[in-house]
């Protein structure tokens, strides 16, 4: 069956980074395009970043334009996402997700990692 499982979050202060990761399995990793999305407490799900089937278009939340940078390892069915300059409003719980372009939804959701930023 389709798994996604995040890691990589945890706690940072301010201007700092962390490196998020998201192993998948269970479906050809390489046939889908990839997002990330996050959702912080009282707020909507937001799309974080997407990146296209082999890596060649990425787009952003104009959010996080110029911080993050979002990435794939086709031969490790990875999915990651770097976040540089980290600001406070980042602090969310963060998912990754399979887009199915066919019915043009993520159709596949980890169960996400916490990102607090904070000092």
């Known amino acids: 069956q389709v798994q996604l499982v995040e890691s990589g979050g945890g706690l940072v202060q301010p201007g700092g980074s962390l490196r998020l990761s998201c192993a998948a399995s269970?479906?050809?990793?390489?046939?889908?395009?990839m997002r990330w999305y996050r959702q912080a407490p009282g707020k909507e799900r937001e799309l974080v970043a997407h990146?296209?089937?082999?890596?060649?278009?990425?787009n952003y939340a104009d959010s996080v334009k110029g911080r993050f940078t979002i990435s794939r390892n086709n031969a490790k069915n990875a999915v990651y996402l770097q976040m540089n300059s980290l600001k406070p409003e980042d602090t969310a719980m963060y998912y990754c997700?399979?887009?199915?372009?066919?019915?043009?939804?993520?159709?596949?959701w980890g169960q996400g990692t916490q990102v607090t930023v904070s000092l």
């Open positions: 997700a399979r887009w199915r372009q066919t019915a043009l939804r993520s159709d596949y």
């Open positions: 269970g479906f050809t990793f390489s046939s889908y395009a």
């Open positions: 990146i296209s089937i082999i890596g060649g278009t990425t």
